[in-house]
């Protein structure tokens, strides 16, 4: 004789996870402040540029998407010439560069960062980056800030931006192999 017996399993609808505590926000979050200097010769005359970034906590603050604040950006530029005087002098914010970028930029990015780039036609040229703050190798929009000869500004989207930081092509490969 066999005796079978069957004994269902009780299946246990238990879920053993660990409790999601959200991370509370830091003290807002600062750029370090930057002073660039750079010597360039513009018609054929030396010039002086310097280029100041300093945290504002003058100016609204920003959160990421986590509520992380961060504390925007004022940039100096001051060119000034070989006997001292200021060709031009001026500080931009973030909303220097509002008709250029979009919503999302005015309400969560700063004012990363100016860069001198060159002179050209056109006139002195500069890189300018408004990005999220916490993604500003990635999420940002690229303008050019241009001084002409007689101190006029002119600002556009920078689509060609070169990202390389440097002029040698032979590195990059634009095909990708």
Do not use: H
Not at 64 to 92: C, H, L, M
Request: proline fraction near 5%.
């Amino acid at each position: 004789m066999v005796f079978g017996a069957c004994k269902e399993k009780k299946e246990s609808t238990d879920i053993i996870t660990t409790k999601y505590v959200p991370k509370k926000p830091q003290p807002p979050i600062a750029m370090p402040s930057e002073t660039i200097t750079k010597n360039v010769t513009w018609q054929d005359k030396p010039y002086t540029v310097v280029i100041t970034r300093q945290a504002s906590d003058s100016l609204l603050q920003v959160k990421d998407e986590n509520g992380q604040p961060y504390i925007d950006n004022r940039v100096e530029i001051v060119v000034t010439r070989a006997d001292g005087s200021v060709f031009f002098k001026k500080v931009f914010t973030k909303a220097s560069f509002n008709a250029y970028i979009d919503e999302s930029f005015r309400k969560n990015g700063i004012l990363a960062g100016i860069q001198y780039d060159e002179i050209d036609s056109k006139g002195m040229e500069f890189s300018v980056v408004v990005g999220l703050p916490d993604a500003l190798d990635d999420v940002f929009v690229p303008l050019e800030l241009v001084v002409d000869r007689f101190a006029n500004i002119a600002i556009s989207r920078d689509d060609d931006m070169d990202m390389r930081g440097n002029d040698d092509d032979d590195d990059y490969d634009d095909d990708g192999v």
